[in-house]
């Protein structure tokens, strides 16, 4: 029997056929976007020609009520030349409520939150430089000076924060407000906690725009001092989304050393300024590697990329931090290094960063 949810779906649609064409609906994408989520719900798409038998709406509705696992079905019946996306057999689409309407809204007015306190967006250019462990170890800083501090997971395309705070399951939903969970004095809200592990993550522009807004409007954050957004890499939906949903304090860009690095994240900070966000500064990530004998600096990615961007772009640069095997560590066992390890010069150079970030995000505000 299949084990997932998606796989008992594309096996239950498998079985439905058009009786125009013989074909089954699955197989040939007549039914389509198919999304699930933890607790249950399935929202999916059916498309309909001129010639098609109208009751195949009521087959596929009574056939994934009866799949195992479904608590509620949402079906939305287009015509079969409606757009509905790339082709793709039967590809997931994870939503947390109901999807927006295909029409494209104007820009919202960005939302003034006063609970949230301080809201500061970590971003990067590219992958892979360490964004989200800065995000993580910045919050649980913050949080050790007695600040009250919220991390929202932004990163919708790879949600990996509960994984690096140490936190499972799905969040609690009390008097229609999500409950954020709590780790190392930081509380927490993902789309990790929401979905199965397995499910792809393929989002459009206006889902994007609404899971930002859930995470803002509909968690009971309580009254915070700072937000630490921890943004996807690039500069696309999920960083306009932000900066058109709420006020945002400041960002914070992340690089690494090298040069390919340092292009991107000069993109990250000319697209955060044309949007009217103040750019704290940037943070030199994985800097040089310590050895952990003679604590002599090797610089394996190159050195000096933060500097010289910081310079170019006129910002300060915040810190640099070493490249230290036990902060990969930590972000496996969800024990954040500056507090698995504060003595190290990783977590000393993160703590370091989250003052400097305090004292700037004040700045800005106050300006």
């Known amino acids: ?102 029409a494209r809204p104007a820009a919202p007015t960005p939302k003034h939150y006063p609970n949230l306190g301080r809201i500061i967006a970590v971003s990067s250019g590219k992958g892979g430089v360490g964004k989200s462990t800065v995000a993580v170890n910045l919050a649980v800083a913050l949080a050790a000076t007695g ?84 943004m996807p890499p690039g500069t696309g939906d999920a960083q306009l989304s932000l900066v058109q949903a709420t006020q945002v304090d400041g960002a914070i860009i992340v690089t690494t050393p090298q040069e390919v690095s340092v292009g991107d994240a000069l993109r990250g900070v000319k697209m955060f300024q044309r949007v009217g966000v103040p750019v704290l500064g940037i943070v030199e990530n994985m800097s040089w590697f310590e050895c952990p004998h003679c604590g002599k600096p090797t610089a394996l990615f190159g050195s000096g990329g933060g500097e010289r961007l ?11 931090v070493p490249l230290y095997p036990r902060v990969m560590e930590g972000g496996e066992a969800g024990t954040p290094i500056v507090t698995a390890d504060a003595s190290s010069s990783a977590a000393k150079a993160l703590t370091a960063i989250a003052s400097k970030i305090a004292s700037l995000a004040g700045a800005a505000r106050a300006g």
Do not use: C
């Open 147 to 230: 600040a009250r501090v919220g991390l929202m997971d932004a990163d919708i395309y790879g949600p990996n924060l509960p994984r690096m705070m140490g936190v499972s399951g799905a969040p609690p939903v009390v008097k229609e407000k999500i409950m954020p969970l709590e780790a190392h004095g930081v509380k927490l809200i993902s789309l990790g906690m929401m979905i199965e592990p397995d499910q792809p993550a393929i989002w459009r522009g206006p889902i994007v725009m609404k899971i930002i807004n859930q995470f803002l409007q509909d968690v009971a954050w309580g009254t915070l001092d700072y937000l630490v957004v921890d």
């Open 1 to 102: 029997m299949p084990s997932t949810l998606q796989e008992r779906l594309a096996q239950s649609l498998s079985r439905i056929r058009n009786p125009r064409t013989g074909a089954d609906l699955f197989s040939t994408q007549q039914v389509r976007d198919i999304a699930t989520t933890t607790t249950g719900r399935v929202r999916l798409t059916l498309l309909l020609g001129a010639q098609d038998d109208p009751a195949l709406a009521k087959e596929v509705r009574q056939a994934v009520e009866q799949v195992q696992g479904v608590t509620d079905v949402e079906l939305d019946v287009q015509a079969a030349s409606a757009p509905s996306g790339r082709a793709g057999g039967g590809r997931t689409l994870p939503v947390m409520d109901q999807a927006p309407a295909p």
């Open 310 to 320: 910081a310079k170019a772009v006129d910002l300060p640069l915040l810190g640099q």
